[in-house]
């Protein structure tokens, strides 16, 4: 199951939210706006992402930019507390499942939520009678370059 992290108005949040849709993948809408964010969650999400707090907050928010600080100075209780308090700083949109972390919206990115093996499906299932073949057919010789 996929959780994603959205807010209202956000363009990348609803192009994930269709994404996730078109593929008939299952996910659980969490607006970061209603829904408080517990401690557990947060520090969980600090943990996924590659880069920690980088990936995750938004410094050039205005929320950021008016506390005068930089982010290397907050301990992680701070940090967790901001983020409570100031959801607005949490890039947008945010998508964990048990395998992937994306946040952001990006074509290529988001389709580390299919699952391996599902992947490979698709991938099998492009043949040369496919009218996509001159497309698909390159991305996955590509894929498979890239693997060896």
């Known amino acids: 199951m996929i959780i994603l992290y959205t807010s209202p108005g956000c363009a990348s949040c609803r192009k994930a939210k269709q994404w996730l849709k078109d593929n008939d993948m299952k996910f659980i809408e969490k607006n970061i706006f209603t829904t408080l964010l517990k401690e557990d969650e947060i520090k ?16 050039r928010s205005k929320a950021f930019q008016e506390l005068n600080r930089i982010l290397d100075d907050f301990s992680i209780k701070e940090l967790v507390e901001l983020i409570q308090k ?55 010789e590509n894929s498979e370059n890239a693997a060896n």
């Open 86 to 140: 100031n959801p607005s700083i949490l890039k947008r949109p945010i998508m964990i499942s048990e395998k992937s972390f994306v946040v952001g919206y990006d074509d290529d990115e988001i389709t580390t939520l299919v699952p391996p093996q599902l992947r490979v499906v698709a991938a099998k299932a492009c043949n040369p009678s496919c009218a996509n073949y001159p497309i698909c057919g390159k991305v996955r």
């Open 44 to 59: 969980y999400l600090l943990q996924r992402s590659e880069n920690g707090t980088e990936d995750l907050i938004s410094t």
